[in-house]
């Protein structure tokens, strides 16, 4: 099968293409090269550092023909997104709906999206969240994503292209950043293999539901035949809180190592803790006896 990946040099979508390569198909990547490396386009796949947005990707639909196309080229950073609404919404939702249109014009038969599991459903009514959960952003990363997505979905009523659409939870594993915003194992890992400290912010105990990459790259390579028309979450299904991801990191490297906590409250309220857990015992003792 002839597959498209846009964003095939990033961190998921270099995963994606070598599981599509592992199964014998013919892949081409389509990736800028703005957060993607060359180094993470797996040998056997054919590299184009070309913009969605140009013209050289219609002339690499034309001529490659692609039967699927695997949409992962994104504007992915949150801190991005708030600074410049416009770019983001251009990418990720005027983006999407360019490579929609590529796709009918150009005769593939299905696109595969990458979408985003959290950001498009907002603060949660209750965990885990299903797919059938209200769609409503408080970011314009998810606003954007969310785009994408009805873009794609509009050009299945108009014009027949098929779609399976995988909202992703918190991907981990090879090739993340561990320099970039987001992606606490990569950060984590990086820190403790330089033997340098790792800061949680809050408590710890917050849970967010983490994926590892080549879980969501198989799930790519069932959705070439199956979910068809379908907004599927590709997640555990369980929350795994940061201080577990501490723990087990630690362990997987082998060192011994405390965390530190973010001094939230210290910049907030100018506030830190005075009494020692020994001299609270104490206190709270005396204060039994009495």
């Known amino acids: 099968m002839r597959i498209l990946v846009t964003g095939g040099a990033g961190f998921i979508g270099s995963h994606v293409v070598e599981a599509y390569l592992a199964e014998g198909h013919d892949v081409h990547v389509i990736d800028n090269l703005a957060t993607g490396r060359r180094a993470n386009v797996p040998e056997g796949a054919v590299l184009h550092e070309v913009d969605i947005h140009s013209a050289e990707t219609e002339r690499i639909f034309a001529e490659f023909r692609p039967e699927v196309v695997n949409h992962h080229a994104a504007q992915a950073s949150v801190k991005v997104s708030a600074g410049d609404i416009v770019h983001d919404l251009e990418v990720n939702g005027g983006g999407t709906a360019r490579i929609a249109d590529l796709c009918v ?160 409250a210290r910049e907030a309220l100018g506030w830190r803790a005075e009494v020692s857990f020994e001299d609270g015992i104490r206190r709270t003792v005396d204060s039994f006896r009495r």
Do not use: W
């Open 105 to 264: 014009r150009h005769g593939a038969r299905k696109l595969i999206y990458s979408g985003s599991g959290g950001t498009v459903y907002g603060n949660p009514d209750a965990l885990p969240i299903a797919e059938t959960h209200p769609l409503r952003p408080v970011s314009n990363y998810g606003m954007s994503k969310l785009v994408g997505e009805m873009y794609i979905a509009l050009k299945g009523r108009m014009d027949g292209l098929d779609f399976t659409i995988l909202r992703y939870s918190n991907a981990f594993g090879p090739r993340q950043d561990p320099h970039g915003e987001a992606g606490v194992v990569a950060i984590f890992t990086g820190r403790l293999l330089a033997g340098e400290p790792c800061t949680i912010d809050g408590d710890g105990e917050q849970l967010k539901d983490y994926i590892y990459v080549g879980d969501i790259a198989r799930a790519n390579v069932l959705a070439l035949t199956k979910g068809g028309g379908r907004t599927l979450n590709i997640g555990v299904g369980e929350g795994t809180s940061v201080n577990t991801i501490f723990r087990t990191l630690k362990d997987a490297v082998g060192i011994e190592a405390e965390p530190r906590f973010g001094p939230l």
